[in-house]
């Protein structure tokens, strides 16, 4: 499949959308947003997904990670991306302990979906969030996995690090991937594993792989906005590529994220672990 078409299709994607890109091997692009402004500039350059991503708790609230993120937040940028944005899935994060138990996952998702308008919800881990992902999915919520570095556990993992690495803990990537899809998942996002892992998930999987330090060979690419045009603090993940230099402006730099995306030239093998 040849993935360089310069011009996106101006159909709305949809959940069902997700597995046709798969299925012709079209590689989807994804970014985060948190305002309406930027959420036209991102629809206006083809992203195929703009995720509402806790990320704010680091990026807009200035905070060390994103523990602190509230449902309220989310909601409130949610509906803000929402009233900026027409073609893309609109997916959002539900935050840290959100979906601690069944019931209180279906809480936060319908105010997600119902105020925020949410169009899928991402959880982070397996194990027992496996019950709260069917539990959604069974009450037509659709769901996104995420799993190798999930930044939420990052009190558990002791840091932001690659995970996969050993072969005991590849298999269990590789099980907790299969799980997750098994639980009802409908997309999943790979965070900082290797690139061989990632691709051995992707072929496994019948539900499209979404990657962020993952490798060129998961079915997507998903990068934090502010990362993506190099106005994060700090120093730059690995996986990150300052788009803004060759894109020229905030809506050149996400049209060339995206085509680079489409191209496969994005992520390159200095982006990947």
Same mark, same amino acid.
């Given at each position: 499949m040849n993935h360089s078409t310069p011009a996106p299709s101006l159909r709305k994607i949809t959940v069902p959308s997700l597995r046709q890109f798969k299925r012709q091997g079209d590689k989807i692009s994804m970014l985060t947003c948190y305002d309406a402004a930027f959420a036209d500039s991102l629809d206006r350059a083809g992203v195929d997904i703009i995720l509402v991503g806790d990320s704010l708790g680091m990026v807009v609230q200035g905070r060390a990670d994103t523990l602190a993120v509230s449902v309220s937040d989310m909601?409130?940028?949610?509906?803000a991306v929402r009233r900026g944005t027409t073609r893309p899935l609109l997916l959002v994060d539900m935050p840290f302990q959100s979906y601690a138990n069944e019931q209180r996952a279906l809480d936060a998702a319908h105010r997600l979906v119902a105020e925020g308008g949410a169009e899928m919800v991402k959880l982070e881990g397996a194990g027992p969030?496996? !019950?709260?992902?069917?539990?959604?999915?069974? /009450?037509?919520?659709? +769901?996104?996995?995420?799993?190798?570095?999930?930044?939420? &556990? +990052?009190? /558990?993992?002791?840091? #932001? =690090?690659?995970? *996969? =690495? @050993?072969?005991?803990?590849? @298999?269990r990537l590789v099980e907790d991937a299969k799980r997750v899809q098994q639980a009802g998942a409908e997309l999943l996002v790979l965070e900082c594993v290797p690139a061989g892992l990632a691709k051995r998930i992707t072929s496994e999987l019948d539900i499209p792989t979404i990657g962020i330090g993952a490798g060129s060979?998961? !079915? *997507?690419?998903?990068?934090?906005?502010h990362d993506l045009l190099g106005v994060t603090p700090g120093n730059r993940p690995r996986f990150v590529k300052d788009f803004l230099?060759?894109?020229? &402006?905030?809506?050149? $730099? +996400? /049209? $060339?994220? +995206? @085509?680079?995306?489409? !191209?496969?030239? #994005?992520?390159? $093998?200095?982006? &990947?672990?």
């Open positions: 909601v409130y940028h949610a509906a969030v496996l !019950d709260a992902i069917t539990y959604l999915a069974q /009450r037509e919520i659709p +769901v996104c996995g995420h799993l190798g570095l999930t930044p939420q &556990s +990052v009190n /558990r993992l002791g840091g #932001f =690090k690659v995970q *996969g =690495k @050993e072969q005991s803990a590849a @298999e060979e998961c !079915d *997507g690419q998903v990068l934090v906005l230099a060759e894109g020229g &402006s905030v809506q050149g $730099a +996400v /049209r $060339a994220f +995206v @085509e680079a995306v489409r !191209d496969g030239a #994005f992520p390159a $093998a200095e982006h &990947s672990y």
